[in-house]
Each structure stands twice: as structure tokens, then as C-alpha cells.
């Protein structure tokens, strides 16, 4: 009975001793072991200091931790680091072996390259994309770089020594020359001093006038309406240079179209003044021709002969318009009688007569004929028996009817 009791406390122990473990575990962090991530491969040439655990960061930020570590057959360390899940390592950063202090702790930060171009990989006997990441750097070699720097810092002081000493001798041998010059300084110095010493004794004095003061308070007084008058001309000038400037604009709007139009505007001035410049010249050859008595216009001009010439054509032609008009009357009188009365002109056409014109106004009678020129007859006689239309005869013969 007792070994049972003691079995069953040691049992609750055991299990006590384990939920204990179990919450310090869950208090004091997750083991590397159940976080999520994926893993890099990287070979480092000199991987000293890193072990398994090593911290992983980015610009100080934690990212990752080396979960495993192994030589390369080549030469070299293949550093697996196990990056956190959502971390992600652009195309131009790489990985660098730093120390984090003098006591020789060392943790990977990410770095990062100008192009990817720079990043250097390699692929593995298993296929395995490897990342070649950069050494640390070796303190002793920083130290003795900076131990060459401080050897040049020393050598430019020293140089800096010397000329600063020859600058002193410089300066002492040109204080001797200009002693008595660098004495009158300091007395033109000192009169100035003076000089501006009473000028501020005669402004206090002025200050300390009542009237002074008086005055110079109203002037105070007054620059309050001072700023507001120069601000009222300010804005005004503002309002003159903004429509300075409108007329600007608008002159501007005015003057590109003649600005791209400027070509052919010239090209039409040239050809006016070439055209002008043709028309001079042939006023001018007009004007010397009118001037040429030689010429046709110079003798009308000048000569008078052909003036009295063409005066005597224009009278002849005058004169024979005056005879025209009674023929051009008769002809009229003609044309009209034989528009109103045509038969009669073929009949004293075909009537015989004396031969002679006859007096004016004489009125010719007709003479006897023993055969009458027009010949009528009977109905019967000036249409045939099986006849469809009237065919007048004349002297016996037919002839198509027409109307006279």
C-alpha cells in the first residue's frame, strides 16, 4: 500500500515537472525548431565565429538564425542559415560575416550590392543553388589600414607645422618692415574710435532733447500710416504689373500668329516690292517713250500734224454720217412699206414703165395692156375635177398657194 502512495506521487511529480518545463518553455520563447521558415544556402570563405544559432539580421532586425554549418569540398565553410517565414532576400543582398564585439561575437547581416549582376551563385553537385557570401572583416587588417592612414594624417601635420612656421617668420619680418605703418593703423584706429565715440555723445544728446524726443516719437507715431500707404502703393503696383502682364499675354497672343506666319509674310513683302520694282521700271520705259518724239505716243504728243490729222478724219466722218441718215431713212421707209404691203412691190416690180425715175411726188399710173399679168379665173377652171386643194393661177400656169 505504502509503494503504491509513492508511486502515484511520483508519478504526479514527474507530470508536474513537465507541465512546469512545458509553461517556461511556452513563457520564455518558441524553440528555433517549431518556427516556420525555409532555408539558404550560403559558402563563406572564412566562416570563423559562426556556429549553429549564430543570429541572422537585416538592418538590425532579426530574421534568421544558422541552423547548420559544414565544409565545402572545395575549400571553405557552406553556412545554412533558416531564413523566417516571410522574410525574403532581394536579388542584390548577400550575406556578411560581422563582429558584434571585441569579445568575438559574430552574427550574418544582410548587405546589399548596386546590381544583381553583383550577387555571385553557384550550383552544387545536387542541384542546389548556392550563395556566395562576403568574409568578415579582419580587425588587424583594419588596424593596420588605419595604422597607414594615421602615418599619412602625422607626415600632413608635420607638413602643416613647417609651413605654418615659415608663415610665422613671414609674418614676423613683415610686422619689422611696416612698424611704423602698423602704428599710424592703430592710430587712425584710434582716432576713429574717437570719431565714433562723439558721434553717439551727440546722438544722446539729441535723444536727450525733450523736442528731440518729442520728434522722434511722432515719427513713430507716424510709421503705422507710413507702412499702410507703401503697402496700398505696393499692392497697387502689383495690380499694375499683373495687367502689365495681361497685356503682355494678350500682346504675346498677337504676335505668335505674325511670329509663324513671319516666312510668308516676308516672302509676300519681297514679291510686292519685286512687282513694284517691275512697274517702276516700266512707267519709267512708258515715261521715255512719251518723252521720244521718235516714237508713236511721243509724235502724238508733240507733233501737231497728226492732231490736225486726226481732227480732219473726224469731221469727214461726220459729214458722211450727216449724208447717211436720209438714205438710212428711205431704207427704212423701204423695209417698213415692204413689211406692210409686199404684193405690191412685186406687182410695180413687174409692171412695165417708162423708164424714168419721175419727178418727186409724180404718181406713176399704170399703162394698158392688151394680156392682163394677173389673170382670174373661174372656180371651176382654178381647181381641177379631182383636185383636194386651191391652186391659183398665174397666167395660166399653177403655182403653190401662198399667201400675200
Not at 525733450?210 to 511722432?218: G, H, I, L, V, Y
Not at 504728243?301 to 436720209?326: C, E, G
Not at 406713176?364 to 377652171?381: G, K, Y
Request: charged share 25%.
Amino acid at each position: 500500500m505504502n509503494e503504491r502512495k509513492m508511486q502515484f506521487r511520483l508519478g504526479v511529480l514527474v507530470v508536474a515537472v513537465v507541465l512546469i518545463l512545458a509553461i517556461m518553455v511556452l513563457l520564455l520563447g518558441t524553440p528555433e525548431t517549431f518556427k516556420q521558415g525555409y532555408p539558404l544556402l550560403v559558402k563563406f570563405d572564412n566562416a570563423g565565429g559562426v556556429e549553429m544559432g549564430t543570429p541572422v539580421r537585416n538592418s538590425g532586425i532579426l530574421i534568421g538564425r544558422v541552423s547548420a554549418i559544414d565544409l565545402d569540398e572545395e575549400g571553405g565553410a557552406i553556412v545554412t542559415v533558416k531564413m523566417d517565414e516571410g522574410r525574403k532576400l532581394l536579388d542584390n543582398q548577400t550575406f556578411r560575416v560581422a563582429f558584434t564585439s571585441v569579445l568575438g561575437d559574430v552574427q550574418l547581416d544582410v548587405v546589399s550590392e548596386k546590381t544583381p549582376k553583383d550577387i555571385k551563385t553557384f550550383v552544387d553537385a545536387d542541384g542546389k543553388t548556392i550563395l556566395v557570401g562576403k568574409p568578415a572583416i579582419d580587425p588587424m587588417v583594419e588596424i593596420s589600414s588605419l595604422q597607414a592612414k594615421l602615418s599619412q594624417a602625422i607626415d600632413v601635420i608635420s607638413v602643416t607645422g613647417t609651413h605654418l612656421d615659415e608663415f610665422i617668420v613671414k609674418t614676423d619680418k613683415l610686422l619689422g618692415r611696416n612698424e611704423t605703418k602698423i602704428d599710424k593703423f592703430f592710430d587712425d584706429l584710434n582716432d576713429t574710435v574717437q570719431t565714433v565715440k562723439t558721434t553717439f555723445e551727440n546722438f544722446n544728446e539729441i535723444v536727450g532733447d525733450e523736442k528731440s524726443r518729442q520728434d522722434f516719437k511722432d515719427a513713430l507715431d507716424g510709421m503705422p500710416e507710413l507702412v499702410e500707404n507703401s503697402r496700398a502703393a505696393i499692392l497697387q503696383m502689383n495690380k499694375t504689373f499683373a495687367a502689365v502682364d495681361e497685356n503682355l499675354e494678350n500682346l504675346k497672343g498677337l504676335t505668335e500668329p505674325l511670329g509663324e506666319r513671319g516666312p510668308a509674310l516676308v516672302a509676300n513683302v519681297d514679291e510686292g516690292l519685286a512687282n513694284l520694282k517691275v512697274l517702276s521700271a516700266r512707267l519709267t520705259h512708258l515715261a521715255g517713250t512719251i518723252d521720244n518724239t521718235e516714237g508713236s505716243l511721243g509724235r502724238l504728243i508733240h507733233d501737231d500734224t497728226l492732231y490736225r490729222n486726226l481732227n480732219q478724219a473726224s469731221k469727214n466722218i461726220r459729214d458722211i454720217t450727216v449724208k447717211l441718215q436720209p438714205i438710212i431713212s428711205d431704207a427704212r421707209v423701204i423695209s417698213d412699206r415692204i413689211a406692210r404691203h409686199p404684193g405690191s412691190i412685186i406687182r410695180d416690180a413687174m409692171r412695165p414703165g417708162s423708164g424714168t425715175k419721175g419727178l418727186p411726188g409724180e404718181l406713176t399710173l399704170p399703162q394698158p395692156h392688151s394680156t392682163p399679168m394677173f389673170q382670174l379665173h373661174e372656180p371651176s377652171q382654178m381647181f381641177g375635177p379631182n383636185s383636194t386643194s386651191p391652186a391659183p393661177c398665174i397666167g395660166g400656169r399653177e403655182t403653190s398657194r401662198r399667201n400675200y
